[in-house]
T-cell receptor, first 115, second 114 residues
Framework: KAGVTQTPRYLIKTRGQQVTLSCSPISGHRSVSWYQQTPGQGLQFLFEYFSETQRNKGNFPGRFSGRQFSNSRSEMNVSTLELGDSALYLC??????????????FGPGTRLLVL | AQSVSQHNHHVILSEAASLELGCNYSYGGTVNLFWYVQYPGQHLQLLLKYFSGDPLVKGIKGFEAEFIKSKFSFNLRKPSVQWSDTAEYFCAVIPNTGRRALTFGSGTRLQVQP
């Protein structure tokens, strides 16, 4: 089975711009979660989507949004980028999602640099 | 909201030494607990997890962890580390009820010297 894939792998944007990141889960997985990883804050949960619905949400401002498509692929959007948004954005997929405590499989991440 | 503490930020060991990485969480209810590992240049991957039952959990590559409910701890252990265990280790917790957000600790960087 192919693993979780994320595109693009690297991205450079300037302040004020917006960005869309994509995540393709493992085939058959219906849950996709997004995380932000930074040296200062570590790994922080952004949100989880399951069957096209946002099921859980972390403590991030509304500039961070996401969606999930019927094929379980997910996108994350960050609007009005700030310097502090520079981070590695990780996507993880699982069969049933966070509620079942199932194993999450992580992708390689998208490294975003905001200048 | 739950939180996870990993007190050892950077650990340096020689090969064959024993390893114990601390993890403490704060949450009033029942939780599921995980240890993830990130090898240099690789994805995060699951080492082991605890949901219920035997509090001593065995994972991949000879790792194990013990859940001590009274201490809110889930320490990771390995009797004899290898150079290939050099990586960053993350403890994570998710509550069984309420907002199901996976909360990670800040990570412990393990460096094993040959």
């Amino acid at each position: 089975k192919a693993g979780v894939t994320q595109t693009p792998r690297y991205l450079i944007k300037t302040r004020g711009q917006q960005v869309t990141l994509s995540c393709s889960p493992i085939s058959g997985h219906r849950s996709v979660s997004w995380y932000q990883q930074t040296p200062g804050q570590g790994l922080q949960f952004l949100f989880e989507y399951f069957s096209e619905t946002q099921r859980n949400k972390g403590n991030f401002p509304g500039r961070f949004s996401g969606r999930q498509f019927s094929n379980s692929r997910s996108e994350m959007n960050v609007s009005t980028l700030e310097l502090g948004d520079s981070a590695l954005y990780l996507c993880a997929s699982s069969l049933g999602g966070l509620g079942g405590g199932e194993t999450q499989y992580f992708g390689p991440g998208t490294r975003l640099l905001v200048l | 909201a739950q939180s996870v503490s990993q007190h050892n930020h950077h650990v340096i060991l020689s090969e064959a030494a024993s390893l114990e990485l601390g993890c403490n969480y704060s949450y009033g209810g029942t939780v599921n607990l995980f240890w993830y590992v990130q090898y240099p240049g690789q994805h995060l991957q699951l080492l082991l997890k605890y949901f219920s039952g035997d509090p001593l959990v065995k994972g991949i590559k000879g790792f194990e962890a013990e859940f001590i409910k009274s201490k809110f701890s889930f320490n990771l252990r390995k009797p004899s580390v290898q150079w290939s265990d050099t990586a960053e280790y993350f403890c994570a917790v998710i509550p069984n009820t309420g907002r199901r957000a996976l909360t990670f600790g800040s990570g412990t960087r393990l460096q094993v010297q040959p």
